[in-house]
């Protein structure tokens, strides 16, 4: 089905450990963004691509590394996750005019212990 | 000064009634808005966006835009217990980011 998938939808894991988590649109979307969402913090912007090996930091970028090799893909990686990293991610596409929306995926809840 | 910000609720309204819900933003420049709705536990989803200044309006909801005043605002008529969730307003600042407010959060009562 056509639309902007994430996976895995529920993560555990360890403090120190590297986690990848996914992103993959179908719609050929030139934009692709990552926010994470915390309670009393909203949505914030980790990081957002405007093609395919262009990549740009959003405001909370610091122990995130992002990749888009592909366009349909966006993969955000932890380098080495900290409790402060748990939250629930969402990855985000739109295409490249500035009234087009931005369309989210189903999130990913990642727990850091 | 925050990019985007918005009534912080909660806001409590009886089934039928119209909930008002408001937004600033900071930058003079930018041009496009949009309001989400988001469950509680779901992604945000799209309800309206507006890009001139006026009303917009899609079935019960109306989108109002002061682009002097830099002041958008979403009105939800005859509110449902359906309508119960957190709405999120988003503003296109720059590069084609958008910036979004912390959310007000909507409760309709029956």
């Known amino acids: 089905d056509a639309g902007i998938t994430q996976s895995p939808r529920y993560k555990i894991t360890e403090t120190g450990r590297q986690v990848t988590l996914m992103c993959h649109q179908t719609w050929s979307h030139s934009y692709m963004f990552w926010y994470r969402q915390d309670l009393g913090h909203g949505l914030r912007l980790i990081y957002y691509s405007a093609a395919a090996d262009i990549t740009d930091k959003g405001e909370v970028p610091d122990g995130y590394v992002v990749s888009r090799s592909k366009t349909e893909n966006f993969p955000l990686t932890l380098e080495s996750a900290t409790r402060s990293q748990t939250s629930v991610y969402f990855c985000?596409?739109?295409?490249?005019?500035?009234?087009?929306?931005?369309?989210f995926g189903n999130g990913t809840r990642l727990t850091v212990t | 000064q925050k990019e985007v910000e918005q009534n912080s609720g909660p806001l409590s309204v009886p089934e039928g009634a119209i909930a008002s819900l408001n937004c600033t933003y900071s930058?003079?420049?930018?041009?496009?808005f949009f309001w989400y709705r988001q469950y509680s536990g779901k992604s945000p989803e799209l309800i309206m966006s507006?890009?001139?200044?006026g009303d917009k309006e899609d079935g019960r909801f109306t989108a109002q835009l002061n682009k002097a005043s830099q002041y958008v605002s979403l009105l939800i008529r005859d509110s449902q217990p359906s309508d119960s969730a957190t709405y999120l307003c988003a503003v296109n600042i720059r590069d084609y980011k958008l910036s979004f407010g912390a959310g007000t959060t909507v409760t309709v009562r029956a």
């Open positions: 507006i890009y001139s200044n």
């Open positions: 930058d003079r420049g930018s041009q496009s």
């Open positions: 985000a596409s739109r295409q490249g005019f500035y009234n087009s929306p931005l369309h």
